[in-house]
């Protein structure tokens, strides 16, 4: 009789339906999950991770920009993959993108088109590529540029047109030469930061006369940070082709000569970085740099320096005294220079010699 009730219950058991699972979540009887849907697109690319509308995606070695990101993404990182080239459709729909990050790719091309759906992004890292122009059609938008450690020979002229946002470019160790910047490259910009470091610039690149009046023929466009190996904020902004600085910074060049009546045009100069060149001479207008208190000299081939170079000859020019001046590794004989060469120094301590071995 035993057996008989186990064989019917196990019968009874067996005429059951079987089971149908119709969504994913569907697992338990009167799941709560049960009419869930596929959603219409991916929420994610594959293998990325996305949160919080932030997608994601670097060292996955990718070729291509993934086709299916979240329109409504607001950072997008890219990063340490092997893309080679940004095509037009790349980012179709991200409307909304404040930030892209493509650094440490092999990117030789940008389509011209490519960025133009971007109209909100604000912050562009493209460093550590194989660019050798600055991309087309960047967003009027866009705030900070990071672009160095690629293969940029030339500035042109209206790169970035319209572009009255921009703060920050960051486009050190680049091949730029002086001839490399066009008149005009960075006209229009009011610029918080610029860099470019380890370049090879002879000199500080300079406007063109025939897009500027001849008062005004050597005006410099902006001036760049141009340091190795120690970070250095630069204070600048350009308005209507006038520049304001209070730090010039051009160290680790191949600069021989600085043009006469440069300086002049930075009447906020506070610091002037010039150590590791190729210098002969003192450069001129330093008596005339009213705020000046930090000159950089050390590491060229300056042999001489005369009584006026530092210190104005008369009074009621420069405002503030020399808390810094640095000769060291130069072929100077410190004996042969006059005591009152330093007259405007705050004290003899703030003037470096050091000893001189070639």
């Not at 190795?228 to 902004?237: N, P």
């Amino acid at each position: 009789m035993r057996e008989f009730k186990i064989i019917l219950l196990l019968l009874l058991h067996c005429s059951a339906l079987p089971f149908q699972q119709r969504g994913f979540w569907d697992f338990e009887e009167g799941s709560a999950f049960e009419e869930v849907s596929p959603p219409d697109h991916p929420t994610c690319p594959f293998g990325c991770v996305c949160q919080l509308r932030v997608v994601q995606c670097s060292d996955l070695g990718l070729t291509h920009v993934p086709y299916d990101i979240p329109p409504d993404t607001l950072l997008l990182d890219l990063q340490c993959n092997m893309i080679t080239e940004i095509r037009e459709g790349d980012f179709k729909g991200l409307t909304n993108l404040y930030a892209l990050v493509l650094r440490n790719n092999q990117i030789s091309r940008v389509h011209p088109r490519a960025f133009l759906p971007l109209k909100r992004m604000q912050k562009l890292y493209m460093s550590h590529n194989q660019l050798t122009s600055i991309p087309r059609n960047l967003p009027a938008s866009l705030v900070e540029l990071r672009i160095h450690d690629n293969h940029i020979q030339k500035v042109l002229a209206g790169t970035f047109s319209g572009m009255g946002n921009m703060h920050v470019i960051e486009m050190g160790r680049n091949p730029l030469q002086n001839s490399g910047f066009e008149p005009g490259a960075f006209t229009g910009l009011k610029l918080n930061y610029l860099r470019i470091s380890e370049a090879k610039l002879t000199g500080v690149p300079k406007g063109n006369r025939g897009h500027m009046s001849h008062r005004y023929a050597n005006k410099l466009f902006c001036i760049p940070q141009l340091y190795r190996g120690q970070f250095i904020l630069l204070h600048c902004s350009v308005v209507n082709d006038f520049v304001f600085s209070d730090l010039l910074g051009l160290s680790f060049n191949h600069i021989r000569h600085i043009e006469h009546g440069v300086l002049s045009y930075l009447p906020n100069l506070r610091e002037l970085h010039l150590d590791n060149n190729r210098l002969s001479s003192v450069p001129s207008g330093l008596p005339e740099s009213k705020y000046l208190q930090v000159v950089y000299l050390h590491s060229n081939n300056i042999s001489s320096i005369g009584l006026d170079d530092f210190c104005p000859t008369g009074f009621g020019m420069k405002r503030v005294f020399y808390n810094g001046i640095s000769l060291f590794s130069n072929p100077i004989h410190y004996w042969e220079v006059q005591p009152a060469t330093f007259r405007c120094v705050s004290e003899r301590t703030a003037v470096q010699f050091g000893n001189y071995k070639k």
